[in-house]
């Protein structure tokens, strides 16, 4: 993932811009959220990655249970 890619070279800027223009091109893109909330919290944007968070609890929540 190239969002990964940015962040390993240190630029967390880019890995956003990244992570948010993957999410706008596929919403249910659960582990875009996930590398978001990440980066926002690395960056202290705490109510930004509190709203990510909820966007991830809703994506789970609508998604159907693992089958055994």
């Known amino acids: 993932q ?3 890619g940015w962040r390993l070279k240190g630029s967390d800027d880019q890995a956003m811009a ?7 091109l ?7 959220y996930v590398s978001l909330e990440a ?3 690395r ?3 705490w109510k930004e990655a509190r709203e990510t968070r ?5 994506i789970k929540a609508a998604q159907p249970p693992p089958q055994k």
């Open 43 to 45: 960056h202290s944007l």
């Open 2 to 4: 190239e969002g990964e």
């Open 54 to 58: 909820q966007k991830i609890s809703g």
């Open 39 to 41: 980066a926002q919290r």
């Open 26 to 32: 596929h919403p249910s893109f659960l582990p875009a």
């Open 18 to 24: 990244f992570y948010q223009q993957e999410i706008s």
